[in-house]
């Protein structure tokens, strides 16, 4: 009925509008005066007032300081507080959870990595994300309690009608049909879960070489090769949550494998994937290939190899370029999409020369032509990722003024 709470157009809802506007703009720009707030949101000087005032009492902005510098008395500044919510982000991989805590404001204040070492949990896996959440939290400052919003990043997805985890079975104590009722039973706050190249993929599409694309894909190779689809600026998850898992791709130059579930592997990751770094590398005739898990390797291995103009390091990004393009040309392909973003160590450690080789493999090989960039986010992306998933939800929550 009109004039209630929620009706579209009514006093209520339009200041609601007005007060996520103000502070989406101070998120973006740090701290304003009221004057500025004012002419970015098009309000007069008495409603941007109210308006401030209104996002002061309910602890959302707060008195930062003066301007300087400008004619005339000195301005007071508003910005967002950063106490007003924190989020939180898990990055898990079979050896270890890296936590963080980050304020409303998106300034991580509070990190913690507990090793999880062994084909089997040393201990059952929602005690192994209480420690790391609790080691976050306690770097922060702050209790379990204080966290609104808990976004976990994993390898594969979870199944959104059986909750099981797929596509991931080298996680060892996560495939426990009762594991998602468990840690929501462990964990006070709204816990979401998503696939760890998706969440590199939300890194880049806010922070990153992708800001500004409403398609893309994210190409990702570390300790997996996978894939991230964004597509209408809004991540294509599929029927299982499998879209992007194109480490089971068959593609030419690899036998088929066959049972890839079983295997948890398939022919573009095979051909392409971290472990096939290393041995390229021997077959080529480098010395001093470094031992130690692959993702680690191939990494040294490719960035030493963009430092080289020639011989069998050339020979080794060139080839490795040529496996990455016959994977990529699939996707691209199928997805015409406008912007192919490479992202993880094994890829990003390539740098420019890498990119420009997959560039050329890639017009090559496909009839779409997408425009290949290397990753900007390189600390942590899926880290990152999940704190800006966790992050959005909890602003859409808190900076809800109508209620």
Do not use: C
């Amino acid at each position: 009925m009109a004039g209630t709470a929620g009706t579209p157009g009514t006093p209520r809802v339009l200041r609601a509008m007005n007060d996520r506007a103000a502070l989406d703009l101070l998120l973006e720009h740090g701290p304003l005066s009221r004057t500025r707030i004012g002419k970015l949101t098009g309000l007069s000087k008495p409603t941007a007032s109210q308006l401030l005032a209104r996002l002061e009492a309910a602890g959302l902005v707060r008195l930062t300081g003066t301007s300087e510098g400008r004619p005339g008395p000195n301005a007071q500044l508003y910005a967002i507080d950063p106490a007003a919510a924190y989020a939180a982000g898990l990055d898990v991989t079979p050896h270890r959870i890296r936590a963080a805590v980050a304020d409303i404001t998106g300034r991580t204040v509070g990190e913690y990595r507990l090793p999880t070492p062994g084909r089997r949990p040393a201990q059952p896996v929602v005690q192994q994300v209480t420690e790391a959440l609790d080691g976050a939290v306690k770097a922060a400052g702050l209790a379990r309690s204080d966290v609104h919003r808990l976004v976990i990043g994993t390898p594969g997805a979870f199944d959104p009608g059986t909750g099981r985890l797929r596509y991931a079975s080298h996680l060892p104590g996560w495939h426990s049909p009762t594991l998602l009722d468990e840690l929501a039973a462990a964990l006070p706050m709204p816990v979401e879960y998503e696939n760890d190249v998706n969440l590199a993929a939300i890194a880049e599409q806010r922070l990153g070489a992708a800001r500004g694309h409403a398609d893309f894909v994210l190409l990702w190779n570390q300790e997996g090769l996978g894939a991230a689809l964004v597509l209408g600026g809004r991540l294509h998850r599929g029927w299982t949550g499998g879209a992007g898992e194109v480490g089971f791709l068959p593609v030419p130059g690899a036998p088929l494998v066959r049972q890839v579930t079983k295997a948890n592997s398939g022919g573009y990751q095979e051909l392409a994937g971290s472990q096939a770094v290393p041995g390229l590398a021997r077959e080529l005739g480098i010395e001093d290939v470094p031992s130690g898990p692959y993702a680690e390797a191939a990494t040294a291995l490719v960035a030493r190899a963009a430092d080289h103009t020639g011989g069998p390091h050339r020979e080794l990004l060139r080839t490795y370029a040529t496996r990455l393009a016959t994977g990529l040309a699939s996707l691209v392909s199928v997805l015409d999409p406008e912007l192919v973003v490479l992202s993880g160590s094994a890829l990003t450690a390539g740098g420019e020369v890498l990119r420009a080789l997959v560039q050329a493999e890639l017009e090559e090989l496909a009839a779409a032509r997408p425009r290949l960039v290397v990753g900007e986010v390189r600390e942590h992306p899926v880290l990152r990722g999940a704190l800006e998933s966790a992050l959005a939800a909890t602003r859409d929550e808190v900076f809800d003024t109508s209620r």
